[in-house]
């Protein structure tokens, strides 16, 4: 995708990552393989981060079983009791299970196959090791209860609000047999330990734990949604700044190449131009001189597009109403014979936004983006611009469409320069627009399903709306 000088122009840019005149995105050329990066994308992140809070979970749950182990044998060997007691031979084996455990899910983690139910699976056999512990310790006034929070919470870390509330559940259970002593009674066999507590005591206290386990769940799963979505936007922050810098290294190389460029192709394509005026026409020869003028014009705005990458022209930023910037390219870009029928396209955009930008480079930037979006869409589509402020200092504008989505492997390298995967693409063209974004301290993400399309998005600072004199 490259920047159009205005919506009059009549070439439009190529699809994601690619220069003007590039094909339709998912064409077979790739640019040559880069380096790695510090972007990884989302998926690939949540999954490396399940994996060491797993890998957390199993350590802290082997530290406990040696507690637990070492614990119970200092008890037995200060007040000699023996080992075959119910109560000392249900901690050893809760002891042992626990550490048993523990080495299988390392082992799991170590082969690289932790697998999707590893998780639920650690969480809901955690359960009667706690019910267990509990039955043994006092029942519901073990000092190990808390164990019961401690499960739900981590839950609320590795599972979804769903999985939460069905590991609280488990506890809810199991600590109201622990109440009723059916526990006690099955680790016990009967007798006075088996004898569970007066009536009104075990109801209060189950009444109060049954609370603080729904209140754990409920909140450790608004907790654990808030700190996922600030992972997402501080890892999006991170990327672009490192975006940033990238660009603007290659961006003093591009136009020390550009400028030494641009004159000797100049005085090529003149010397080119006086050849053909001045030699006798020959119907063999003309043809081949129409190739190398075609081609040098060719070589020449891709010259352009290095300059126009290197160093965008400098704006003039102005307070402009989103919502009426929008309303003014839609009018413009809607009009092409190729959307009319095929591609719907769908504005929700609030009044009142201000930001301020050079009303011509928005203009550029939403021309191209949207563009992008168009063709990205095989057959009929829709196009969804939406304008939004998330927060009190921001306006957020996304550009989704229905199209044919980005490749996840390419995800991180659509805003380098150079790459491309189109046949004729020159991969400036995400890198031209994030250049002209970046004096206004614009944030531009992007987040794709292939099949499915993708979703721009535009962070702008809000400012307060001009004031009339």
């Known amino acids: ?18 220069a003007p005149g590039a094909g339709p995105r998912g064409a077979a050329r790739k640019a040559a393989p880069a380096a790695p990066r510090a972007g990884t994308p989302p998926a690939a992140e949540r999954a490396d981060g399940a994996r060491r809070r797993l890998g957390r979970l199993t350590a802290a749950r082997a530290l406990f079983g040696l507690l637990l182990l070492g614990s119970t044998l200092y ?98 259970l199991q600590a109201a047999a622990v109440g009723a002593g059916w526990v006690a009674e099955a680790a016990f066999g009967g007798g006075e330990a088996a004898n569970p507590a007066p009536a009104p005591f075990p109801l209060m206290r189950l009444s109060i734990l049954w609370g603080a386990c729904l209140v754990v769940a409920a909140l450790g799963g608004v907790l654990a949604a808030q700190s996922e979505k600030t992972r997402g936007e501080l890892r999006r922050m991170q990327e672009h700044l490192q975006r940033v810098e990238r660009l603007a290294a290659v961006g003093e190389l591009a ?55 290197a160093r965008p022209p400098a704006g003039r930023p102005e307070p402009v109403e989103a919502a009426a910037a929008l309303r003014e390219t839609l009018e413009l870009f809607t009009r092409q014979d190729r959307l009319k029928g095929r591609i719907r396209v769908r504005l929700t955009a609030p009044e009142g936004l201000w930001i301020a930008i050079d009303p011509g480079h928005l203009q550029q930037v939403l021309w191209n983006l949207l563009t992008n979006a168009a063709e990205a869409i095989e057959g009929e589509g829709e196009i969804a611009i939406v304008l939004s402020a998330p927060r009190e200092r921001r306006v957020c504008l996304e550009i989704r469409d229905t199209g044919s989505g980005i490749a996840p492997e390419h995800l991180p390298a659509i805003f380098d320069p150079f790459f491309s995967t189109k046949p004729s693409g020159t991969g400036l063209g995400l890198s031209i627009v994030q250049r002209i974004l970046e004096p206004y301290g614009c944030r531009l993400d992007v987040e794709s399903t292939p099949g499915r399309g993708s979703t721009f998005r535009l962070v702008f600072r809000r400012i307060a709306p001009p004031t009339t004199p």
Not at 261 to 274: F, S
């Open 1 to 18: 995708m490259g920047v159009l000088p205005g919506p009059k122009a009549e070439a439009p840019p190529g699809p994601r990552g690619s």
């Open 75 to 172: 008890v037995l060997r200060a007040r000699g009791l023996s080992a075959a007691e119910p109560p000392v031979a249900v901690l050893l084996l809760a002891a042992g299970t626990v550490l048993a455990l523990s080495a299988a899910y390392g082992a799991a983690l170590a082969a690289g196959r932790p697998g999707r139910l590893l998780a639920p699976l650690q969480l809901v056999l955690d359960t009667p090791l706690v019910t267990a512990v509990v039955a043994v310790t006092g029942g519901l006034e073990s000092p190990f209860v808390f164990l019961y929070l401690v499960v739900i919470l981590t839950s609320s870390l590795l599972l979804d609000r769903r999985g939460t509330f069905l590991v609280a559940g488990l506890c809810c």
């Open 255 to 309: 136009a020390g190449l550009a400028h030494e460029l641009k004159n000797p192709l100049a005085g090529l394509t003149g010397a080119i131009e006086l050849l053909r005026d001045e030699l006798r026409y020959d119907p063999e020869r003309a043809p081949l001189l129409s190739i190398v003028l075609r081609e040098a014009d060719r070589l020449g705005t891709l010259v352009g597009h290095f300059l126009l990458y």
